[in-house]
């Protein structure tokens, strides 16, 4: 789509997975602090039917990308476009993500390829893509969505807890790399935040509303904080215990076929 012309002097940002979940409501925070918008993913058709109300929220711009994170030779395009539509990419958040039951040893070896391709492999490439850009423009600010998953394999999700965990231990890797430069790094790391990924797989300890989570995360993100656990309470401490804690303790309960 053509997006509206940019309000002078609004920042912008760069949300994968903008379709639904965080994404969707991260998309709509931002909006309402008028920044300008590229919000990719898969159903282009979700996104465009969100656009009149992220305008009316005040969003100085909207920009509609079709990106399949899965297909990591799609998103440095796509980056691309981002950047060159809006003018600059002052924030890109790698949110996509997919969080499907995958018990071990029992023939799930083709979606658990796929969670590493979407999770982990997908952001990865959406920050490198983001990285030349950033550099080139005098700085910015790249945002890893991870998971309170990834701080303790979870019972049933082996591929969604892998995935997590090896995006945070990349983004740790960034952060020293680009240390003295000005580009912020930052991880956040939401427990049970209500949203598709996570329904129908049992208890959902401390649960938020998807639209309370998003404004958390959006001051974080605003905030440039290093690494967050969302809420920050319970979930730091929860994290902490985790460590010593059975997994199954905070493991959905494994669906019936």
């Given at each position: 789509?053509?997006?509206?012309?940019?309000?002078?002097?609004?920042?912008?940002?760069?949300?994968?997975?903008?379709?639904?979940?965080?994404?969707?409501?991260?998309?709509?925070?931002?909006?309402?602090?008028?920044?300008?918008?590229?919000?990719?993913?898969?159903?282009?058709?979700?996104?465009?039917?969100?656009?009149?109300?992220?305008?009316?929220?005040?969003?100085?711009?909207?920009?509609?990308?079709?990106?399949?994170?899965?297909?990591?030779?799609?998103?440095?395009?796509?980056?691309?476009?981002?950047?060159?539509?809006?003018?600059?990419?002052?924030?890109?958040?790698?949110?996509?993500?997919?969080?499907?039951?995958?018990?071990?040893?029992?023939g799930y070896l083709p979606q658990m390829q796929h969670t590493l391709q979407v999770n982990l492999l997908g952001a990865i490439a959406t920050i490198e893509a983001a990285l030349p850009i950033l550099k080139a423009q005098g700085g910015g600010q790249v945002v890893g969505v991870t998971s309170v998953a990834g701080a303790k394999g979870m019972s049933g999700f082996s591929a969604y807890s892998a995935s997590k965990a090896g995006l945070h231990r990349y983004l740790q890797s960034l952060r020293a790399e680009l240390r003295g430069?000005?580009?912020?790094?930052?991880?956040?790391?939401?427990?049970?935040?209500?949203?598709?990924?996570?329904?129908?797989?049992?208890?959902?300890?401390?649960?938020?509303?998807?639209?309370?989570?998003?404004?958390?995360?959006?001051?974080?993100?605003?905030?440039?904080?290093?690494?967050?656990?969302?809420?920050?309470?319970?979930?730091?401490?929860?994290?902490?215990?985790?460590?010593?804690?059975?997994?199954?303790?905070?493991?959905?309960?494994?669906?019936?076929?």
């Amino acid at each position: 789509m053509t997006a509206a012309q940019a309000t002078p002097g609004s920042r912008t940002i760069l949300i994968t997975g903008a379709s639904a979940g965080i994404g969707a409501s991260l998309a709509m925070e931002f909006a309402r602090r008028g920044y300008g918008l590229a919000l990719a993913a898969r159903r282009t058709e979700k996104l465009e039917a969100m656009v009149p109300a992220l305008r009316a929220a005040g969003a100085a711009r909207v920009l509609v990308l079709g990106l399949d994170v899965a297909d990591t030779a799609s998103i440095e395009p796509a980056v691309r476009q981002a950047a060159e539509s809006l003018g600059r990419l002052d924030i890109v958040v790698a949110n996509a993500g997919v969080g499907a039951l995958t018990p071990t040893g029992k023939g799930y070896l083709p979606q658990m390829q796929h969670t590493l391709q979407v999770n982990l492999l997908g952001a990865i490439a959406t920050i490198e893509a983001a990285l030349p850009i950033l550099k080139a423009q005098g700085g910015g600010q790249v945002v890893g969505v991870t998971s309170v998953a990834g701080a303790k394999g979870m019972s049933g999700f082996s591929a969604y807890s892998a995935s997590k965990a090896g995006l945070h231990r990349y983004l740790q890797s960034l952060r020293a790399e680009l240390r003295g430069q000005p580009i912020t790094v930052t991880e956040l790391a939401p427990g049970f935040i209500d949203t598709e990924i996570n329904r129908g797989y049992g208890a959902r300890p401390f649960v938020i509303p998807v639209e309370k989570g998003a404004a958390m995360m959006a001051r974080m993100i605003e905030d440039k904080v290093g690494m967050r656990w969302v809420p920050v309470l319970p979930w730091t401490i929860v994290a902490m215990l985790l460590k010593v804690l059975p997994a199954a303790l905070l493991a959905p309960r494994q669906r019936r076929a």
